[in-house]
């Protein structure tokens, strides 16, 4: 990519996590891009974890989506801006004028900037006057909220990153912290080791890579939260925790909350069975936490996917109400949110059940504030369908027309083959994404092309409630423009005014003045922006991360605010936080004799989501080479399958595909698969398919975390792998998966019909149909074995592996022939032989992404060299030494080491 013209060093916002660090990308002679961590930014202070190192590796523009596109009878076509957009506006009025407002929908993202989601937010609920505008985060944070304005009366994440290291313990439930948040939980670490006293907790029924650096586990039966809390605000009260002053000033709701707590959880010993766990263990848990006063408990997906997630957050902020334990330094709840703007998209009031800057749908005399603000012809009257509910509209043919912006939700939506049956029967559906090939975009009818991160410009909110710009630093590719752009321009074909903005700075001034807007009185919100509003384009341009809510101070420069309800009053009508009396309840569905385990879906580390972006790195791909299924080895045996082969996952809903692992910390009972896995990917590895659609009913979060499953061997033939520059249409293989490799394309793959039978067919596996290409193969029927290779000019193209059993060779070598020009005639016969010559042996998974240091190479270092701790291996084989993510696999690398030596 041509990055010439780029500016020399831009500081903005890494767009992957809700850690939002600040990242400064800078443009190198050689024409590529530097990435490097932010030192002035707070969230980060310099640091970055290795999926944001690696960004500079995912913006080529190959796979990206230039132009719009339309399907006519069937095909997609290129087409102008004009007629996407004139077919968006007409198809959207249509169904208005015939079906009403609530006809039409659009479902966004946690990824788009604040000014986008505000544009999209007015345009629904003020100008179409529908409150049909979901967003993904109804998938990820919207139990936060929900419990969040139960206790508070308003969305509020007290406390900032700075309380992680102030702590005293750091209660880690339902969160990956180290694969997930890896820059906060680097913060954490090196707090902990200038303070050895402080503890961390992790809570999560998985022994994770975030269990490797904690100084205590309770892994819990999946789903008892709510009972362990309850337990703990029965033990706190009875220790004597209880700030009475705190509680008699500042909050309501107590005797409800603990009598409930008492009825479910007063007996220890009752609780340690709900959570099947050790009572000591639990006991001490409880004790720790009645001792400590400075704790932070922070909770993520464990906690919100959950059909009881509003609960479940309750349970934890109640534990804080009674002890006083909130908004100073050092201590409170904290909601670790997933995306890079999860916080802003709530802002501006992005989920259906909101209104704009924290307003409410249902109070009328703050839908008539935000209808006068924004001179809006109409105002959504009220809440519009969460997304579950929204899917399920589209496939009823209630919703004619489905805008989705940002988000890929026949990957990610729970029982996703819903998802894919609502699209089919939708008369309308646009997508707006940055890249071309994506599960979601296969159903589309107009393709929109979108600025990706590093085009587009704007702002974004974190975990922290920190304000950050993400700044443009590379020209729009091909026609693409920004989805705030995109929006107002329909906006205005379909009549409507209001929607004339310049820049982005008057998006974000125009969202600043209506934080502000009749926003004073005993109902007043905490959430404003007054110190933001009337910037300048110039002040807009440098702004620096700031923390709402932000006024101006005396120097008339905007403050921020790193903790909220420090002072002891709370948003809701009477100043006072309530406890919200929490009666647990299990997970929806429970395994039963047809489907008896448990299916709890998550993240790896060095991958996003649905891969659109992550996938495009090498860098990335060697951690996690493909999708698996980890269970406990007694399940494997108990039901016929077996670590290394393919197994297939069913549940009600529907069925995956994938290799079945150990080794990941997970009880019996249980299967833990990786959500990132797409139709482009992958054969049958789109996990969402099987996962239950149930909801929390007041938040209308999935239970993602937990869907009765049963587990078989899919029986294969052979095994095989694919190298190939090429991208390859392989619908004939019984199973196949992809990840990128830095020259070649790299396919896992399976087949039911032995090989033998047809001649050729690897030949048209690997479109190998040029009569002068040079065609090398291998054939041992007896044993099963099958290897060819295809070259060109001396240049190698394509090769595959084929055994029956499913250890092949090492891909290593292989991939390092990619790099070359020519074959020797050395590696011409060792292709044909299958193996590499001595030293180019497989180093294994990458584990340090940063260092590219497998697995192999960190376990030789420790045997041979003898060393016994993380920084002997960074020493030694420099991985670790970068980004920290890896530090607790190489720990476990060390304990294993260690125990084989045994
Ligand atoms: N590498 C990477 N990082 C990411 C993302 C990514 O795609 N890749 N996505 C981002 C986004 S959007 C989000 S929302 C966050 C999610 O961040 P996390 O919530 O930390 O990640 P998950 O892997 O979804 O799930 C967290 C843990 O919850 C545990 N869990 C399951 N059931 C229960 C339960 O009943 N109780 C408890 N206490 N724990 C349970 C799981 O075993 C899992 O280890 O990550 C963000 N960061
Ligand atoms: N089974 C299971 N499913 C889950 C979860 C789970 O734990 N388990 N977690 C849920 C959670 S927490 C989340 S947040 C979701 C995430 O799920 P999704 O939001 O569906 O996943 P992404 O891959 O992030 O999708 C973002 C899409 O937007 C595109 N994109 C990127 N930048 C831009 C942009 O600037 N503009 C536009 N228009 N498009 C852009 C990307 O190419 C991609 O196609 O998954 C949810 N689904
Ligand atoms: S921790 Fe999150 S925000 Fe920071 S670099 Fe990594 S993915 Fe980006
Ligand atoms: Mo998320």
């Given at each position: 990519?041509?990055l010439?013209t780029i500016?020399l060093a831009?500081?903005t916002?890494?767009p992957y996590?809700?850690?939002g660090?600040?990242?400064?990308?800078?443009?190198q002679?050689?024409?590529s891009?530097?990435?490097a961590?932010?030192?002035?930014h707070?969230?980060n202070r310099g640091?970055?974890?290795?999926?944001?190192?690696?960004l500079g590796?995912?913006?080529?523009?190959?796979?990206?989506?230039?132009?719009p596109?339309l399907?006519?009878?069937?095909?997609?076509?290129?087409?102008?801006w004009?007629?996407?957009l004139?077919?968006?506006a007409?198809?959207f009025?249509?169904?208005?004028?015939?079906h009403?407002p609530?006809?039409v929908?659009?479902?966004?993202?946690g990824?788009m900037l604040?000014?986008?989601y505000y544009?999209?937010?007015k345009l629904?609920k003020g100008?179409?006057?529908?409150?049909?505008?979901?967003?993904n985060s109804?998938?990820c944070?919207?139990?936060?909220v929900a419990?969040h304005?139960?206790a508070f009366?308003?969305?509020?994440v007290p406390?900032c990153y700075?309380?992680f290291e102030?702590?005293?313990m750091?209660?880690?439930?339902?969160?990956?912290?180290?694969w997930?948040?890896?820059?906060?939980?680097?913060?954490?670490v090196r707090a902990?080791?200038?303070r050895?006293q402080m503890?961390i907790?992790?809570?999560?029924?998985r022994r994770?890579?975030?269990?490797?650096?904690?100084?205590m586990h309770?892994?819990?039966?999946p789903?008892?939260?709510?009972?362990?809390?309850n337990?703990?605000?029965c033990?706190?009260?009875?220790?004597g925790?209880a700030?009475?002053?705190?509680i008699?000033?500042?909050?309501?709701?107590?005797?409800?909350a603990?009598?409930?707590a008492?009825?479910t959880?007063?007996?220890l010993?009752?609780v340690?069975r709900?959570c099947r766990?050790?009572?000591a263990?639990?006991l001490a848990?409880?004790?720790?936490?009645?001792?400590?006063?400075?704790?932070?408990?922070?909770y993520?997906?464990?906690i919100?996917?959950?059909?009881?997630?509003?609960?479940?957050?309750?349970?934890i902020?109640?534990?804080?109400?009674?002890?006083?334990?909130?908004?100073?330094?050092g201590?409170?709840?904290?909601?670790?949110?997933?995306q890079?703007?999860?916080?802003g998209?709530?802002e501006v009031?992005?989920?259906a059940?909101?209104?704009a800057?924290?307003m409410?749908?249902?109070?009328?005399?703050q839908r008539a504030?935000?209808q006068?603000f924004?001179?809006?012809?109409?105002?959504?009257?009220r809440?519009?369908l969460?997304a579950?509910?929204?899917?399920?509209?589209?496939?009823?043919?209630?919703?004619?027309?489905?805008?989705?912006?940002?988000t890929n939700?026949?990957?990610s939506?729970?029982?996703?083959?819903?998802a894919r049956?609502?699209?089919?029967?939708?008369?309308?559906?646009?997508?707006?994404?940055?890249?071309a090939g994506t599960?979601?975009?296969?159903?589309?009818?107009?393709l929109?092309p979108?600025?990706g991160?590093?085009?587009?410009?704007?702002?974004?909110?974190?975990?922290?409630r920190?304000i950050?710009?993400q700044r443009?630093?590379?020209p729009?590719p091909?026609a693409?423009r920004a989805?705030w752009?995109?929006?107002c321009?329909?906006a205005?074909?379909?009549?409507f005014g209001?929607?004339?903005y310049?820049s982005v700075h008057?998006?974000?001034?125009?969202h600043?003045?209506?934080s502000?807007w009749?926003?004073?009185g005993?109902?007043?919100?905490m959430?404003?922006l007054?110190?933001?509003a009337g910037?300048s384009r110039r002040?807009?341009?440098e702004?620096?991360?700031?923390?709402?809510?932000v006024?101006?101070?005396k120097?008339?420069?905007?403050?921020?605010?790193?903790?909220?309800?420090?002072?002891?009053?709370?948003a809701r009508?009477?100043?006072?936080?309530?406890?919200?009396?929490?009666?647990p309840?299990?997970?929806?569905n429970l395994?039963?004799?047809?489907y008896?385990l448990a299916?709890n879906?998550g993240r790896?580390?060095?991958?996003?989501?649905?891969?659109?972006?992550?996938?495009?790195s090498p860098?990335l791909?060697?951690?996690v080479?493909?999708?698996f299924i980890d269970?406990?080895?007694?399940?494997?045996?108990?039901y016929?399958?077996?670590?290394?082969?393919?197994?297939r996952?069913t549940s009600?809903?529907?069925?995956?595909v994938?290799?079945?692992a150990?080794?990941?910390?997970?009880?019996?009972g249980?299967l833990?698969v990786?959500?990132h896995?797409?139709?482009q990917?992958?054969?049958?590895a789109?996990?969402?398919a099987?996962?239950?659609?149930a909801v929390?009913?007041?938040?209308?979060?999935?239970e993602?975390?937990?869907?009765?499953?049963?587990v078989?061997?899919?029986?294969?033939?052979?095994?095989g792998?694919?190298l190939?520059r090429r991208?390859?249409?392989?619908?004939r293989?019984a199973?196949w998966?992809?990840?990128?490799?830095?020259?070649?394309?790299?396919y896992?793959?399976a087949?039911?019909?032995?090989?033998?039978?047809a001649p050729?067919?690897?030949r048209e596996?690997?479109e190998?149909?040029?009569?002068d290409?040079?065609w090398?193969?291998?054939?041992d029927?007896?044993?099963?074995?099958?290897?060819?290779?295809?070259?060109?000019?001396?240049?190698?193209e394509?090769?595959?592996f084929v055994?029956?059993?499913?250890?092949?060779?090492?891909?290593?070598?292989?991939?390092?022939?990619?790099g070359?020009e020519?074959?020797?005639?050395?590696?011409?016969?060792?292709l044909?032989?299958?193996?590499?010559r001595?030293?180019?042996?497989?180093?294994g998974?990458?584990v340090?992404?940063?260092?590219?240091?497998?697995?192999?190479t960190i376990?030789?270092a420790?045997?041979?060299?003898?060393l016994?701790?993380?920084?002997?291996?960074?020493?030694c084989?420099?991985?670790?030494?970068?980004c920290g993510?890896?530090?607790p696999e190489i720990?476990q690398?060390?304990?294993?080491?260690?125990l084989?030596a045994?």
């Amino acid at each position: 990519m041509k990055l010439s013209t780029i500016p020399l060093a831009v500081r903005t916002t890494c767009p992957y996590c809700g850690v939002g660090c600040g990242v400064t990308a800078m443009a190198q002679p050689d024409g590529s891009l530097a990435i490097a961590g932010d030192t002035e930014h707070e969230a980060n202070r310099g640091r970055l974890c290795v999926k944001g190192a690696a960004l500079g590796e995912t913006l080529g523009l190959d796979g990206r989506l230039l132009q719009p596109a339309l399907r006519e009878r069937g095909q997609l076509r290129d087409a102008s801006w004009d007629e996407a957009l004139d077919r968006v506006a007409a198809g959207f009025a249509r169904a208005i004028a015939q079906h009403g407002p609530d006809s039409v929908a659009l479902y966004v993202s946690g990824q788009m900037l604040t000014e986008d989601y505000y544009v999209a937010n007015k345009l629904m609920k003020g100008y179409i006057g529908s409150a049909n505008i979901d967003t993904n985060s109804r998938l990820c944070m919207s139990s936060s909220v929900a419990g969040h304005k139960r206790a508070f009366g308003e969305d509020i994440v007290p406390g900032c990153y700075e309380d992680f290291e102030l702590a005293d313990m750091v209660v880690l439930t339902g969160s990956n912290t180290a694969w997930c948040h890896p820059t906060l939980f680097q913060r954490l670490v090196r707090a902990r080791e200038l303070r050895p006293q402080m503890k961390i907790v992790v809570i999560d029924p998985r022994r994770t890579a975030t269990v490797e650096l904690a100084d205590m586990h309770l892994p819990i039966k999946p789903g008892s939260d709510a009972w362990l809390f309850n337990g703990l605000l029965c033990h706190l009260a009875r220790q004597g925790r209880a700030d009475r002053d705190f509680i008699a000033a500042h909050t309501e709701g107590l005797d409800e909350a603990l009598a409930a707590a008492h009825d479910t959880c007063g007996d220890l010993q009752a609780v340690a069975r709900a959570c099947r766990v050790d009572p000591a263990l639990l006991l001490a848990f409880y004790d720790a936490f009645a001792a400590t006063t400075k704790v932070v408990t922070a909770y993520s997906q464990g906690i919100n996917q959950s059909s009881s997630g509003t609960d479940k957050v309750n349970s934890i902020i109640n534990c804080h109400l009674l002890t006083g334990r909130i908004g100073k330094p050092g201590m409170g709840p904290f909601s670790l949110t997933g995306q890079p703007n999860a916080m802003g998209g709530r802002e501006v009031g992005g989920l259906a059940n909101m209104l704009a800057a924290h307003m409410e749908l249902e109070d009328p005399a703050q839908r008539a504030a935000v209808q006068t603000f924004w001179n809006a012809p109409r105002i959504a009257q009220r809440p519009g369908l969460k997304a579950v509910d929204l899917f399920r509209a589209v496939e009823e043919g209630r919703i004619k027309a489905l805008w989705i912006i940002a988000t890929n939700p026949v990957v990610s939506l729970p029982d996703a083959d819903q998802a894919r049956r609502a699209l089919a029967k939708c008369d309308l559906v646009v997508v707006s994404d940055i890249v071309a090939g994506t599960d979601t975009n296969a159903y589309a009818d107009v393709l929109l092309p979108a600025l990706g991160w590093g085009e587009k410009d704007g702002t974004v909110t974190n975990s922290e409630r920190r304000i950050s710009r993400q700044r443009s630093f590379l020209p729009a590719p091909g026609a693409a423009r920004a989805d705030w752009q995109v929006l107002c321009d329909v906006a205005r074909r379909m009549g409507f005014g209001g929607f004339d903005y310049q820049s982005v700075h008057e998006i974000f001034d125009e969202h600043a003045r209506l934080s502000a807007w009749r926003n004073e009185g005993a109902t007043a919100r905490m959430f404003r922006l007054d110190g933001l509003a009337g910037m300048s384009r110039r002040d807009y341009d440098e702004l620096e991360p700031i923390q709402w809510p932000v006024t101006r101070g005396k120097d008339g420069k905007p403050r921020g605010a790193a903790r909220l309800f420090g002072d002891g009053r709370f948003a809701r009508p009477s100043g006072r936080a309530r406890l919200v009396p929490v009666l647990p309840r299990g997970p929806a569905n429970l395994p039963g004799d047809d489907y008896p385990l448990a299916l709890n879906t998550g993240r790896v580390r060095d991958q996003w989501h649905t891969m659109t972006r992550t996938g495009k790195s090498p860098r990335l791909a060697g951690h996690v080479p493909e999708p698996f299924i980890d269970m406990h080895p007694q399940d494997a045996l108990l039901y016929g399958v077996r670590e290394g082969e393919l197994a297939r996952v069913t549940s009600c809903w529907g069925a995956m595909v994938a290799r079945v692992a150990h080794g990941g910390g997970i009880a019996r009972g249980s299967l833990f698969v990786p959500i990132h896995w797409s139709g482009q990917t992958a054969a049958h590895a789109r996990v969402g398919a099987v996962v239950n659609p149930a909801v929390d009913p007041l938040s209308g979060e999935p239970e993602f975390k937990h869907t009765p499953v049963r587990v078989e061997p899919f029986g294969v033939a052979w095994h095989g792998f694919i190298l190939s520059r090429r991208a390859l249409a392989l619908e004939r293989a019984a199973n196949w998966t992809r990840i990128e490799g830095a020259s070649a394309h790299r396919y896992e793959l399976a087949g039911r019909q032995p090989v033998a039978l047809a001649p050729g067919w690897a030949r048209e596996l690997l479109e190998a149909v040029d009569e002068d290409a040079d065609w090398l193969e291998y054939e041992d029927q007896g044993a099963g074995l099958y290897r060819a290779a295809h070259l060109v000019d001396g240049r190698i193209e394509a090769c595959l592996f084929v055994s029956r059993l499913p250890a092949l060779q090492s891909r290593a070598w292989l991939a390092a022939l990619f790099g070359q020009e020519r074959l020797s005639a050395q590696d011409r016969a060792d292709l044909l032989a299958g193996c590499g010559r001595a030293g180019a042996s497989d180093t294994g998974p990458t584990v340090c992404s940063c260092f590219g240091v497998g697995r192999a190479t960190i376990c030789k270092a420790i045997s041979e060299h003898k060393l016994v701790d993380v920084a002997g291996v960074t020493a030694c084989v420099k991985a670790g030494g970068n980004c920290g993510s890896c530090v607790p696999e190489i720990r476990q690398l060390l304990a294993d080491v260690a125990l084989a030596a045994k």
